[in-house]
């Protein structure tokens, strides 16, 4: 494949990443910055994820000579996209809890730490900084400028670059084949509906409810390392994850390729 097909990802990728380490170089030469923000979880998890748009995206536009509108797809999805990707995501559900599951063992489940300091009647709060604010953020910069960046791309090779590069920025093993899957998926509901609105849907779908459920969980207690251990409770628990997976995911292609032909009658509609 052309490397020059490469270039425009890999800078914007280059643009987050220093974005992140200039932002982690100051807070550690400012201590009382960092004992703020540790102390504001809330404004820390907004601005953690803020660095990943900020400066690397004018910048980018900037370096590239290209329009914001041009990259960025905000189109109507339809009421009838809404439904079936709130139904995929739905059915998706034991797969990605399969996913987290193989890795706890080895793992400490960063989502612990994250919803930590937050208490249950601060739920509105971290729904924003742990659902919304992500879905939006991460979208824009993965299945908006990154996706944009592969065209001419394959939507397979399109999907598992975007895929991979948004676990990358995850930086945490724990979560990798997770976000790997998950960026997949968002990848080839952005490209189907051409909007990036269909992934930031369903990025909220999938952070929202576990936010909840690890929040009433959660509240109240203190959260220490991975406690999973490989025992056979825990291959059980494998066993059956992948038995409701296999049968849920294979419900999903199916609600998928109904996805597909909706998509490719409307985009003709629209032509």
Not at 74 to 98: D, E, H, R, S
Not at 144 to 162: D, E, F, P, Q, T
Not at 223 to 235: C, D, H, P, W
Request: charged share 10%; with cysteine; hydrophobic share 55%.
């Amino acid at each position: 494949m052309d490397v020059k097909k490469y270039r425009k990802i890999l800078l914007f990728m280059g643009l987050m990443i220093a974005g992140v380490i200039l932002y982690t170089v100051i807070l550690q030469l400012n201590s009382n910055a960092m004992e703020f923000l540790i102390t504001h979880k809330f404004l820390a998890l907004c601005l953690s994820e803020l660095i990943f748009l900020f400066p690397a995206l004018p910048l980018y536009l900037l370096m590239t000579k290209q329009k914001l509108n041009n990259i960025l797809h905000f189109k109507p999805i339809g009421w009838k996209n809404a439904a079936y990707i709130l139904f995929m995501m739905i059915l998706l559900t034991p797969v990605t809890a399969l996913l987290n599951t193989v890795t706890a063992p080895f793992f400490t489940n960063p989502a612990t730490s994250i919803i930590d300091g937050f208490t249950i009647k601060e739920l509105p709060a971290a729904i924003i900084a742990i659902a919304v604010l992500p879905a939006v953020i991460e979208e824009i910069c993965f299945r908006g400028v990154i996706l944009n960046a592969s065209r001419g791309m394959s939507i397979k090779r399109a999907a598992i670059i975007n895929g991979v590069l948004f676990a990358i920025i995850h930086m945490t093993p724990q979560q990798f084949l997770y976000t790997l899957f998950l960026g997949i998926i968002f990848t080839l509901f952005a490209i189907h509906t051409q909007s990036v609105l269909s992934s930031i849907l369903a990025h909220f779908l999938a952070n929202a409810p576990n936010t909840v459920i690890l929040l009433i969980m959660l509240d109240g207690q203190e959260t220490a390392g991975s406690s999973v251990e490989l025992n056979t409770e825990f291959f059980m628990v494998i066993g059956l994850l992948i038995v409701i997976s296999t049968v849920f995911f294979l419900a999903f292609l199916k609600v998928y390729k109904q996805f597909k032909r909706h998509n490719a009658a409307r985009k003709i509609k629209n032509a």
